[in-house]
């Protein structure tokens, strides 16, 4: 079995390798569910592809590194799908937060920690 490290190295050169494009700035609202506010950037790595056919979505934080602080891996029933989420310079608040996002109604997650 390999160790951790190697799916740690493979995401750090997936993201360095992208274009990182903000589609939904903090603060804005969803198109489809105006009441959900963006707490971070919000957005994906242009020229990857996701389970679900579209690019890898990332969550970018507040810490000044865009290093890869974790990994959301999510679950949603109603959608029929699941997904990777990639979480971008993000605080251990940061991480958490997002990590109850993605554990609502339909949804569940699991939240993959760098470790430091």
């Not at 957005?43 to 890898?56: N, R």
Request: contains cysteine; negative net charge; aromatic residues 8%.
């Amino acid at each position: 079995m390999k160790d951790n490290n190697d799916f740690w190295l493979k995401v750090d050169q997936l993201v360095a390798t992208s274009n990182i494009k903000i589609e939904r700035p903090q603060g804005t609202s969803h198109p489809r569910y105006p009441s959900f506010v963006y707490p971070l950037d919000y957005g994906y790595l242009e020229d990857t592809q996701a389970g679900d056919g579209s690019p890898i979505d990332v969550w970018i934080g507040t810490l000044f590194s865009r290093t890869v602080t974790a990994v959301i891996c999510s679950v949603d029933l109603e959608k029929r799908d699941t997904e990777i989420k990639i979480l971008l310079g993000c605080t251990s608040a940061e991480n958490r937060n997002i990590f109850d996002i993605h554990n609502k109604g339909s949804q569940s997650a699991i939240l993959l920690v760098r470790a430091e």
